[in-house]
């Protein structure tokens, strides 16, 4: 396709269309609304179904049960959507229902500010609903990469059968950039798996031999039930405890066995480094202009720009700040992920860069760092 | 209305086997007629399983799928109808049964009821109505009686109640009828209607909860409940200009409404073809 100017917002409802999506359900909000806007236009171009709820709470229910009728779905929303969406984010994983929720965030807690960029629902993300799970969140930080990760998105969730958070940011939301989308027949798609079984042999929620046992779509002669309880293979519900473990070890199982795929990220100068910035979203963008100051000044910083924040990329942080004197957490927020990069490679070496003012990082607050002058 | 298998056959039919009962309903609940009604009601339409889902959300009510033969949905609490608002889009031709308590569908979930009924969404909602959260032993619901106790009204219950049927005809529900657990033909009646009526359509069984806040207002064991709910009620047609005081505390059974409005699905298959119109055309 030739060259466009346009949003990460747009991006994003570009790249659900052309991952598949046939669903969309969503209540409006600053900065996501966008995303909401393209879909209504859009979805019914190709046979899809766009529908605005009542509120973040139906909308993601909506979504669920769109996926469990086989459709590739998706919601957007900000920080204030995401926190009401929890509950039904935590269904989602409990009865392992693919499904993409987008959340562009913005200043918060609470109201916040709209309009003014945020990272601030890192560990929402990951910890928002209760219970242990495992989650997937991507983080893009340009036009482009809003598109690809929407994608990798769908992939994943249609892989591994678990919601999918892509993490955007104000800025990457309404950001316009030239980008130039792929022939939608391109790109790669990650489609239900199918059964090979009978439907009376069919077990939903099966623990071996695969870690992912296909979800048949309702309809299609193989009735079975799904519930938020904890349940056995059958997806009956259950109160023995070596059922409910056998379920627990298999959904950390898949993702930790996909981990090779899952993790995306863009390392760079990482080998000859003495220092390292660690960073992602539209920070990172301020981050690799630090980076390359600081190298034009002479000093050897290596780059790793982190695209999926969750499952968080425990190797690839401990191997790239292996030699490693110090590095550099720039966020918006008052420290989230840095959290994880301190876990991984010790407190002392982390120098923290944050704001959460709803201003954005400026290059030279992250130079400072890496400097050693903060 | 007659049904096309017997009684033993419907079980066997509609039941899964593969489910170990019994159910966890106490003895002597309305829940499990509600039930029979329902598989009645399906059975006498012969429709196919597999076009059937059931989606539940959570209380004494929201249990009811796992029992069933169909594709069965079991969600969080209030949310069934946005669940299954969903699972419709995905798959227009699926008969989608929605059952939900009172507590689930008017309290929690009154947001998703009311939008359901305006959208007019091709859903049918069974809401089972037995003025209580039993599972949770016995707090006053939006539909618990002012006055009663429960076990969080423990001086008695101010709040006046919400009349489910009422409240689904203001908010646009083409069909809406009422009946109890005592009802059962009735009520099979109405549920039939309610599953091949086009648009969202309500059937509210009224019930009762006998464990819990049955115990704590003295109000008998199960039969005598069950024989408060004959006494207490009469028709829509024996309602009909009667003074209002006089329907104090009576059931009005009977279809509340029954019109023709566009379903949601239907409008939007015209915005499919006006967007592929457009998008053809530009």
């Known amino acids: 396709m030739s060259p466009m100017l346009m949003q990460g917002d747009e991006a994003c409802a570009e790249g659900a269309i052309a991952a598949g999506c046939r669903f969309f359900a969503g209540y409006p909000i600053t900065p996501a609304t966008e995303v909401a806007e393209v879909m209504a236009r859009r979805l ?12 973040e709470i139906a909308s993601m229910a909506a979504i669920i049960g769109a996926a469990v009728g ?37 200043l918060g807690p609470s109201t916040g500010r709209p309009t003014s960029p945020a990272q601030g629902d890192v560990m929402q993300a990951q910890w928002g609903t209760h219970g242990d799970h495992p989650i997937i969140a991507l983080a893009p930080s340009s036009v482009k990469e809003s598109f690809d990760l929407t994608v990798a998105a769908f992939n994943f969730a249609e892989k591994y059968r678990t919601p999918v958070i892509l993490l955007m940011d104000e800025v ?31 077990k939903p929620y099966e623990n071996y031999p695969v870690d992912v046992p296909p979800l048949i779509p309702f309809g299609e002669g193989y009735r079975y039930h799904i519930t938020g309880l904890h349940h056995d293979e059958r997806g009956y519900p259950t ?39 660690v960073a992602y979203g539209s920070t990172a ?71 959460a003012d709803g201003q954005l990082i400026k290059p030279d607050e992250i130079l400072a760092a890496i400097e050693g002058m903060r | 209305m007659s049904t096309i298998h017997s009684e033993s056959r419907i079980h066997e039919r509609y039941l899964r086997h593969s489910k170990k009962f019994p159910n966890v309903w106490c003895a002597g609940c309305g829940i499990g007629i509600v039930l029979g009604a329902i598989i009645r009601a399906v059975d006498s339409l012969d429709l196919d399983k597999n076009d059937i889902a059931m989606i539940s959300g959570i209380g004494c009510t929201g249990r009811m799928p796992v029992y069933v033969d169909f594709n069965t949905l079991h969600t969080t609490h209030g949310r069934a109808l946005a669940f299954a608002t969903g699972l419709k889009l ?17 309290a929690i979930g009154g947001n998703h009821f009311i939008h359901a009924a305006r959208r007019n969404i091709e859903l049918t909602a069974i809401v089972v109505n037995n003025a209580t959260y039993g599972m949770t032993g016995g707090q006053y619901s939006p539909t618990t009686p002012q006055g009663a106790h429960a076990a969080t009204a423990p ?70 409940m069950m024989r408060r709910l004959k006494e207490n009620s009469i028709t829509v047609k024996q309602a009909e200009g009667k003074p209002e005081d006089e329907l104090v505390g009576k059931i009005v059974r009977g279809v509340l409404t029954d019109r023709e409005r566009p379903g949601y699905i239907d409008l939007y298959r015209q915005i499919i073809e006006r967007a592929k119109a457009e998008a053809e055309a530009a």
């Open chain 1, 44 to 55: 019914p171009q190709v046979d899809g179904f766009f529908i605005q709820m009542e509120d």
């Open chain 1, 70 to 106: 086989g459709a590739k779905s998706m919601t957007a929303t900000s920080g204030p959507g995401l926190s009401l969406m929890q509950e039904n984010i935590g269904y989602a994983a409990m009865a392992e229902i693919p499904c993409v929720v987008v959340d562009v965030q913005r």
């Open chain 1, 172 to 202: 990457i939301g309404h950001m316009r950039e030239k980008v130039e989308l792929p022939d939608y027949a391109t790109v790669e798609r990650v489609e239900r798996a199918q059964t090979l079984v009978p439907p009376e042999w069919y």
């Open chain 1, 239 to 277: 109160e023995r405890a070596d059922e409910v473990n056998l379920w627990l070890d298999r959904v950390f199982r898949k993702i930790r066995r996909g981990l090779s795929e899952i993790l995306l990220y863009d390392a760079d100068g990482i080998d000859a480094a003495e220092t390292l910035v």
């Open chain 1, 285 to 355: 963008r301020s981050a690799h202009y630090a980076v390359e100051l600081a190298r034009k000044r002479g000093r050897r910083v290596g780059f790793l720009k982190l695209k999926t924040l969750w499952p968080f990329p425990e190797e690839v942080v401990d191997k790239a700040a292996e030699r490693i004197h110090r590095v550099v957490v720039p966020e918006m927020n008052m420290g989230q992920m840095a959290l994880e990069v301190e876990r991984v490679v010790g407190r002392r070496k982390v120098r923290r860069v944050n704001r």
């Open chain 2, 90 to 106: 995905a798959r227009p031709g699926m008969k989608v049964l929605v059952v939900m308590g009172d507590g689930d569908a008017l």
């Open chain 2, 155 to 224: 001086y008695g219950h101010i709040e006046p109640p919400f009349h489910i049927s009422e409240l689904a005809v203001a908010a646009g529900a083409t069909f809406v009828a009422r009946s109890t657990v005592y009802h059962v033909t009735e009520l099979q009646k109405f549920i039939a209607h309610a599953i091949q009526k086009k648009g969202f359509s309500v059937v509210e069984a009224i019930s009762y909860c006998h464990t819990t806040i049955g115990r704590m207002n003295r109000w008998g064991k199960a039969p005598d």
